[in-house]
């Protein structure tokens, strides 16, 4: 590998744009491997150049490798870092801004089942040097503030990895899996059997890991304090079982050996994020959701409290929520230089801006940082005050902008290319009323060479979560469906995020009630102003928007054809199968004690004899989220029934699919699914 093997000139980069000058053509599926992942943005610390990672897809592989770049702040150089096979990712600037720090796992087969280890790269060039070698490899790599040591976040050993060795089982055959937890299974994690996460300490100078806490309880999200004495973390250690919670609190630790954790919070509402310190020292920000009742739904807001409190206080159980009228999500807590300002993500209606708060004045009000129909993430602050920032929109992929005072520059054009070439669709903001009279925000996206008075055939899109929300950002699988000839509708019904926290939790114990009425009503408007065609409607979801699908089409026989991914119409029969218990015990009550609810909300299934629609299931073989067998279910009942169906496993794959040609597969068969019953003209191949 050769370090710093691309330099890209300013002129270079703005000829790459020249394409938009020349005829567009509709996007094609063989677009979705063109697109390159555009992430994570770190600035160095003298705020010259801005590291960041690069995703893209080796067909030939079938799989995606990430590589890491850089870019300097005022846009005149682009270098490329790292260019292996294996993936990098995590790219982490010493304090001195001398090295970059990385996550890869590199080497011999034998050395990659160790898993992903820390690497640094030298600014002023040369090779990267792996300077780890942790079993089960690190995470979340975090560098102290004197530069001599990185905290991560280190795996459990697990003795069945190599069985041969395990004490009372000396075979290479893999042992039973015992389980006697609670909460004992997850999604890609598998049989979670009695293995934690925890957080550790590397001493770049000894080469030695250190694990700093223990105990059966996961541990995640290390932050230094300023003087690299401390660390701060989340867990739900102190609870008497960890597994019948999701209630985490921060922690602090002194970092080294056998230090013990003092606990900074203990609310009865869940701590998430990272906690941030402030540039003194004495307070951690964080951010707060809910207890465990409302945790799918909680809405997290801004608390800051005392990061040593005198013993006599405690822990803080009910620290001041900061703009307590602010009825909007916030996250990526960030204190300024000076410790004056906090600055965070500000969830909003189909949006995402940055804003800012005085951190002096609990009651202040949110100033924003940015603007326009767009989404802003993954921001790092620069000691002058202004931000590295992803920011996409609907017609534009994520890319690396400098936001300065509200001014977004773009550093990175990693896709205008492939852009130039493209006749996208037109994304709007789309309204309704569901017959309740509830207000309802969502996306419309029109064809290219949409004609007004024209009838289209019409998809209904919906998004997983529930807790999520669509917004004005790139989504291929829209652009692909509507390059097709589809309007295709992206509704936030309730239950989805941006709309205020009575707005997310009004599906409470009730699912597959509110958010049908919704979808429906969007459905009846788009029909009401002459875009959809009722007689072609389709509707089709993966995850939530799955569970979603299979509950409106048991309730409403208007649609032609629907595609359910990971979905399921059953719930009782997923208690104890799917990862969920503590949400199904909090939130439902065990289904023995509360059959009328579990009944009700299983309508999909038990009202599978009033299906007429064409249905497609999917999903991943291995999905401890929403299990296959929620698909499969549906899929034998409408097979029963005599109605149209079919159902698609991918073998090995998880909640989300993650290799290429099963991403590609799954939208191929999504066209060829709509187009034969909504478009039976059109020609549709499965490649």
């Known amino acids: ?56 897809v080796d067909a030939e592989k079938d799989r995606r490798n990430t590589d890491v770049w850089m870019v300097k702040w005022d846009g005149t150089e682009q270098l490329q870092l790292t260019s292996s096979p294996d993936g990098e990712s995590s790219p982490r600037w010493s304090p001195d801004g001398k090295y970059l720090a990385f996550v890869a796992s590199r080497g011999t087969e034998e050395e990659k089942k ?78 979670l059997k009695h293995l934690y996460s925890h957080i550790a300490v590397f001493d770049l100078a000894t080469k030695t890991a250190t694990v700093i806490t223990s105990g059966k309880t996961d541990d ?25 919670t999701s209630n985490e609190d ?34 951690l920000a964080a951010v707060i959701g809910d207890t465990d009742r409302f945790a799918q739904y909680s809405m997290s807001k801004l608390i800051v409290v005392p990061s040593n409190p005198p013993a006599s206080a405690g822990p803080a159980t009910k620290p001041p929520i900061y703009m307590p009228s602010l009825d909007r999500a916030v996250s990526n807590i960030a ?189 009846d408007e788009a029909v009401r102003q002459g875009i959809a065609d009722p007689n072609r409607l389709g509707i089709g979801g993966w995850s939530y928007g799955g569970i979603s699908t299979d509950a409106a089409i048991a309730t409403d026989t208007r649609f032609k054809a629907a595609v359910s991914g990971a979905g399921v119409g059953l719930y009782m029969s997923l208690y104890g199968v799917d990862q969920y218990i503590i949400q199904y015990d909090q939130e439902l009550g065990q289904p023995w004690k509360n059959k009328e609810a579990w009944t009700k909300m299983s309508h999909g299934f038990f009202n599978a004899d009033k299906i007429k629609t064409p249905t497609l299931f999917m999903g991943g073989e291995k999905d401890f989220n929403v299990p296959i067998a929620g698909g499969e279910q549906m899929y034998q009942a409408l097979k029963s029934l005599g109605v149209d169906t079919q159902l698609v496993i991918y073998p090995g794959q998880f909640h989300g699919l993650s290799i290429p040609s099963y991403e590609r597969d799954r939208l191929q068969r999504y066209l060829n699914w709509f187009n034969k019953y909504l478009q039976p003209s059109a020609t549709s191949t499965l490649q």
């Not at 890209?8 to 063109?34: C, E, M, N, P, Y």
């Not at 609310?267 to 402030?278: D, F, L, Q, Y």
């Open 250 to 283: 921060m922690w602090v630790v002194e970092a080294r050996d056998g230090a013990e954790p003092r606990q900074i919070t203990r609310t009865a509402e869940g701590e998430a994020g990272r906690p941030a310190w402030s540039p003194d020292g004495g307070r």
């Open 220 to 244: 995640r999200s290390p932050s230094w304090s300023p003087d690299g004495k401390h660390l701060a973390f989340l867990s739900k250690r102190g609870h008497a079982d960890p597994d019948r």
């Open 1 to 56: 590998m050769k370090p710093f093997i691309h330099l890209v000139s300013a002129i270079a980069l703005a000829s790459v744009v020249s394409g938009s000058a020349q005829t567009r053509r509709a996007l094609v599926l063989d677009d979705h491997s063109k697109i390159l992942g555009v992430g994570d943005p770190q600035r160095s610390p003298d705020g010259v150049w801005v590291a960041y990672t690069v995703s893209a």
């Open 114 to 191: 160790k898993g992903g280890q820390i690497w640094l790269l030298n600014r002023s060039g040369g090779e990267a040097q792996k300077v780890s070698d942790v079993k089960g490899g690190v995470s979340d790599i975090q560098w102290s503030p004197d530069g001599t040591r990185i905290a991560f976040v280190a795996d459990d050993e697990d003795p069945d990895d190599e069985p041969e060795k395990k004490e009372g089982w000396k075979r290479k055959t893999a042992p039973p899996i015992v389980i006697d937890r609670y909460h004992f299974k997850a999604d890609r994690e598998g049989y």
């Open 335 to 523: 204190w300024s230089a000076d410790g004056q300002h906090l600055s965070f993500l500000l969830q909003d209606d189909r949006t995402n801006h940055l804003a800012t708060v005085n951190a002096e004045n609990p009651n202040g009000t949110p100033q924003r940082r940015s603007t326009g129909r767009r989404v802003i993430s993954s921001p790092s602050p620069g000691r002058d005050g202004n931000f590295a920032v992803l920011a996409a929109e609907a017609t534009h992929m994520n890319e690396v902008y400098a936001l300065e005072g509200s001014n977004l520059r773009q550093l990175t054009k990693h896709n205008d290319k492939l852009l130039g070439e493209l006749q996208l669709a037109a994304t709007e903001d789309f309204q309704s009323k569901s017959k309740d009279g509830a207000e309802v925000h969502g996306l419309i996206v029109k064809p290219a060479g949409y004609k007004a008075g024209t009838k289209y055939p019409t998809l209904l899109i919906v998004h997983g979560g529930p807790n999520g929300q669509d917004q004005h950002t790139f989504s291929f699988d829209r652009e692909f469906l509507a390059a097709n000839g589809y309007v295709v509708l992206a509704i936030n019904y309730r239950g989805s995020a941006g709309r205020g926290t009575a707005f997310q939790k009004a599906i409470l114990a009730d699912w597959g009630n509110l958010e049908v009425v919704d979808l429906l009503g969007a459905v």
